[in-house]
């Protein structure tokens, strides 16, 4: 059972964990969990094109985040936590786990979003990716836009996620992305 | 004639519009949360000039990383500099990438296609 997102921070935070993230999704904070990414791939000696991929993933997932993470704790005086966000370093691969509150009535729209990219072939998605490219992101305000697309083309996997119901109101949105080393 | 210079940051990137020279270049990385902000400056100023450019316009992108709030913001501007050359003007885009970043051949590729100008891919030495 999962109570709130720190409960789920908890559990998931192993040994392999390289950056870790337990707060309120802004600005400064993607740019720190960047500079850590990038610090951590240094110090592992990662190649280039692993290093260029997960900072190029990472980014997707926080300002997906950023941009989407509901709050329910908006009328407390008290900045809690919105957002998780964990990188592992396991033996054959990185993973990248993100998770965030979203409100229980935007959740359909948003899962039939993600449905749609993952019923695409590799093809259909650079054709879609340069679809909302070229015509803008308007006409899939209700849920995941170039950032989820760039996401699933990037992992050559399907999306991963699933939604954790935490009361009448609000569930976690968790997204777990692998990245072959 | 308005020129531009802005210095990059972690988060944006190095830009650098000089219109006596006929220069734009776009360098580094390009990942803010509110791209269509950070680039407004260097729309107005493309914008401004539009109509008054006599010289060749040279565009150098040279970029690390972009998030896809910037890719649009990238098409934009290309489709403004396109318009100066539908406008008689002359202009040079070199999308420059590392040799091994096949990702950015191929949004350099994405993007020539969209706009209809041939890009000149440039690959950057190693190191």
Redesign the interface.
């Known amino acids: 059972m999962i109570s709130d997102i720190s409960d789920f921070y908890t559990q998931n935070k192993n040994e392999k964990t390289i950056v870790s993230f337990l707060g309120e999704i802004v600005?400064d904070h993607?740019?720190e969990i960047?500079?850590r990414l990038e610090d951590n791939l240094e110090m592992l000696n990662e190649h280039?094109?692993i290093k260029?991929k997960l900072?190029?993933i990472l980014?997707?997932a926080l300002?997906n985040l950023?941009?989407h993470a509901d709050d329910p704790n908006l009328n407390d005086n008290v900045q809690s936590p919105n957002a998780i966000c964990l990188v592992d370093s396991c033996t054959d691969c990185y993973k990248i786990l993100t998770g965030n509150y979203i409100k229980n009535d935007k959740i359909k729209a948003f899962e039939n979003k993600l449905d749609k990219i993952n019923q695409l072939s590799e093809d259909e998605l650079k054709q879609y990716y340069?679809e909302v490219?070229?015509n803008?992101?308007k006409s899939l305000k209700d849920g995941a836009?170039?950032?989820m697309?760039?996401i699933c083309r990037?992992t050559d996997n399907k999306l991963n996620f699933e939604f954790v119901t935490l009361n009448d109101n609000y569930s976690l949105f968790i997204l777990k992305i692998k990245i072959s080393k | 004639m308005q020129n531009l210079s802005i210095e990059g940051t972690?988060?944006t990137p190095t830009i650098i519009f000089d219109s006596q020279m006929g220069l734009l270049e776009i360098k580094g990385r390009s990942?803010?949360?509110n791209s269509t902000e950070f680039y407004k400056p260097l729309f107005d100023t493309l914008k401004s000039n539009a109509g008054n450019l006599s010289t060749p316009i040279t565009v150098n992108f040279q970029l690390e990383?972009f998030?896809?709030?910037s890719?649009?913001c990238i098409?934009d501007i290309l489709k403004t500099v396109a318009s100066m050359k539908k406008a008689g003007g002359q202009v040079t885009i070199n999308w420059y990438y590392?040799e091994?970043?096949e990702?950015m051949l191929e949004s350099g590729e994405?993007y020539q296609e969209?706009i209809n100008i041939p890009f000149n891919m440039q690959v950057l030495p190693q190191g």
Do not use: F
């Open positions: 600005p993607i740019t960047m500079q280039t094109k260029r900072y190029n980014i997707e300002q950023y941009h340069l490219l070229k803008g992101e836009g170039l950032g697309i760039e990037k | 972690a988060k990942i803010p949360e990383y998030n896809t709030s890719s649009k098409l590392d091994d970043d990702d994405n969209i």
